[in-house]
């Protein structure tokens, strides 16, 4: 049979690890769930409108390449590729904002929990 301390340790696991899934699946979710409804507002304009804009642009430019134009294939591909690379490195802090996100979500919840858990036990001691 568990402990209380380790019953406890175990919600809040639970619970955190429910704010990083809410995080992972809409930005800012988790932080919301956490008590932290503006930064959890910040955070979802942050992600979700740098990377609708990324998307929209990565579609037109390289998805969608319609390369009508004369002059060696050679060339074309390169002018794609230069185009992929950069796409690739306006992304990379996109997604690392994203990381971030799911992190703070689950670290704000365990401490949260952690810091609501020595109140209680605080009070119910005195």
């Excluded at 301390?5 to 800012?28: D, H």
């Amino acid at each position: 049979m568990r402990s209380v301390g380790e019953r406890i340790s175990v919600k809040v696991f639970r619970r955190s690890l429910l704010a990083a899934t809410l995080s992972c699946l809409i930005p800012g979710l988790g932080q919301v769930y956490t008590g932290h409804p503006r930064r959890g507002i910040y955070l979802a304009f942050g992600c979700i409108i740098p990377g609708i804009a990324w998307w929209l642009l990565f579609r037109a430019n390289v998805l969608n390449a319609s390369i009508v134009a004369f002059g060696p294939v050679t060339a074309h591909m390169g002018h794609l590729r230069s185009l992929l690379y950069r796409y690739i490195a306006l992304g990379l802090p996109i997604l690392g904002l994203w990381l971030g996100n799911i992190f703070d979500a689950y670290f704000l919840m365990s401490k949260r929990r952690m810091e609501g858990m020595r109140y209680s036990n605080t009070e119910s001691g005195s």
